[in-house]
């Protein structure tokens, strides 16, 4: 299984950034993507959360209306908008997979909003 994300960057405070993970390794299709964020010193916090058909977005209240959470399953990829971006959104975002069980990891993408 491996998962690589990309698409992180410098932004400013109200700018938009698109972030991608692709996947490899397993049937793509057949099972739920997670994005997560962490930064130094705090949990990792789930932000989004999309079925295997690409319905059923879920997103923390934090992110709620201003991320939207995709997926191309043809791609094996997912995908996370993210506008009206603010400093607290700041952190290193990673692509997640639950398969039986286990949690398969991205080496994540830093997203840092500042002026």
């Known amino acids: 299984v491996q998962l690589v994300e990309s698409g992180g960057g410098l932004v400013q405070p109200g700018g938009s950034l698109t972030l991608s993970c692709v996947a490899s390794?397993?049937?793509?299709?057949?099972?739920?993507m997670r994005w997560y964020r962490q930064v130094p010193g705090k949990e990792r916090e789930l932000v989004a959360s999309?079925?295997?058909?690409?319905?059923?977005?879920n997103y923390a209240d934090s992110v709620k209306g201003r991320f939207t959470v995709s997926r191309d399953n043809a791609k094996n990829t997912v995908y996370l908008q993210m506008n009206s971006l603010k400093p607290e959104d700041t952190a290193v975002y990673y692509c997640n997979a639950a398969i039986y069980g286990v949690h398969y990891w991205g080496k994540g993408t830093l997203v840092t909003v500042s002026s």
């Open positions: 999309i079925s295997k058909g690409g319905g059923s977005p």
């Open positions: 390794g397993f049937t793509f299709s057949s099972y739920i």
